[in-house]
């Protein structure tokens, strides 16, 4: 959910097993070490004859665990989510629905956010925007009736070369999680291309496996790609490069 307006709520680390051995050791290298804040895809807009009047990313996701700043939102126990986003020019619009084991009891974790997203600069991408928590059918525990909630953030990333990527978040919440709190939220990031690093092990570019720090496995594909990658395809492109 929610990095710069969608700043994804990570999960801890997980194993998946798809039968080889090859094929694990490449889904080991796009899940390798990073951290960084995500960024809509809206910020890769380039305006000019060609560019679409709206364009549309679908993805899901599974996690291990879904850990959200530290705090499990699944009981240490498996869960799933989905996402769509849609763009318009700089300007986006994302829904992210998550699996979640709370004490509240939600049905599910419902996340709207919206903004808008440019590079005002030389590699320097900027995201302004606003995230809304909404837990569907809650149960009320004691005074706590509700846990949903807003929070607005403003998101940078700075890709000094294409393999690497710096990032930063701010977000606040005038009412964190229902309570009356208010929130300050600072993150910082860092994230490797691997698929720049070893171009041979990912060579399609519409095959985008997210490597954020802890998520199990995350592959999205925008609607209207040329080519998208099968599991048997994976496995040949294991064998031709790995085996």
């Known amino acids: 959910m929610g990095a710069a307006m969608t700043v994804k709520k990570s999960a801890a680390t997980g194993r998946l097993c798809l039968g080889s051995a090859g094929l694990a050791l490449l889904l080991g290298i796009a899940l390798g070490p990073a951290l960084a804040v995500e960024m809509p895809d809206a910020c890769d807009y380039k305006p000019g004859p060609e560019a679409k009047p709206f364009d549309v990313k679908v993805g899901a996701e599974f996690n291990s665990d879904y850990i959200y700043r530290g705090v499990t939102l699944s009981a240490h126990q498996p869960a799933m989510g989905f996402s769509v986003e849609v763009d318009r020019g700089p300007f986006y619009f994302t829904f992210e629905p998550h699996t979640v084991n709370l004490p509240t009891a939600p049905s599910a974790e419902l996340g709207f956010s919206g903004g808008w997203c440019r590079e005002v600069l030389d590699k320097l991408k900027l995201n302004l925007g606003v995230v809304y928590f909404y837990y569907a059918n809650e149960v009320p525990v004691g005074p706590v009736t509700s846990t949903s909630y807003g ?93």
């Open 151 to 243: 929070e607005a953030q403003a998101s940078i990333a700075f890709e000094p070369t294409e393999k690497v990527t710096f990032s930063a978040l701010y977000g606040y919440s005038p009412n964190y999680s229902n309570t009356g709190a208010w929130e300050h939220y600072v993150e910082g990031g860092l994230e490797i291309h691997m698929e720049k690093i070893f171009p041979k092990l990912l060579p399609d570019p519409h095959r985008m496996v997210d490597r954020r720090f802890g998520r199990a496995l995350l592959v999205r594909y925008p609607v209207g790609s040329p080519r998208r990658l099968s599991i048997a395809e994976l496995h040949q492109l294991v064998a031709r490069h790995l085996l």
